[in-house]
């Protein structure tokens, strides 16, 4: 079934306060949530405990990959909690924490309840795509 959680961290030359919106605000959420270069995102939610989000990240070939789930944990700027579902997974969830460090913040994503195998590492290698996006986005 499932077995440990992905986990993958970044530091991030940005504050707890910014990176913390990046993963909430759809508008920044579209710009580098994707793993890929040659992707784009489009993102809604409803940010409140109980509320959802959509993302479609939309591929080069064509294929949209949409992933929904539910908030269920919110500590700003500090940790968020949700489901995450695809047409590939369902029922996992992810945790995600902002902990300051000398040269910024670390952002930690631990993804919970995911098939052994192929599918975690698919999941860990979109994650880390996800995160080196999100600094390149901070970034500019």
């Known amino acids: 079934m499932s077995g440990n959680p992905v986990i993958v961290s970044k530091v991030i030359n940005a504050s707890r306060e910014e990176l ?4 909430t605000n759809p508008d920044i ?15 809604t939610n409803t ?3 109980g509320g959802g989000y959509t993302l479609k990240m939309h591929g080069k ?5 949409t992933h929904v789930g539910e908030y269920q ?21 992810v945790t995600i924490t902002f902990s300051e460090v000398d040269s910024g913040t670390e952002v930690k994503i ?13 999941h860990r ?11 390149s986005t901070i970034a500019a």
């Open 20 to 23: 913390f919106e990046a993963f």
């Open 29 to 43: 959420m579209s710009k580098w949530f994707y793993p890929e270069e040659d992707m784009s995102a489009e993102v």
């Open 47 to 49: 940010f409140h405990v």
């Open 61 to 65: 070939n064509g294929v949209t990959y």
């Open 73 to 93: 944990e919110i500590v700003s700027p500090e940790k968020l909690v949700f489901t995450w579902n695809s047409d590939f997974v369902q029922n996992t969830v």
């Open 110 to 122: 631990s993804h919970d309840l995911l098939p052994e195998g192929e599918m975690q590492e698919n």
């Open 125 to 135: 290698g979109g994650w880390t795509g996800c995160l080196n996006r999100l600094e």
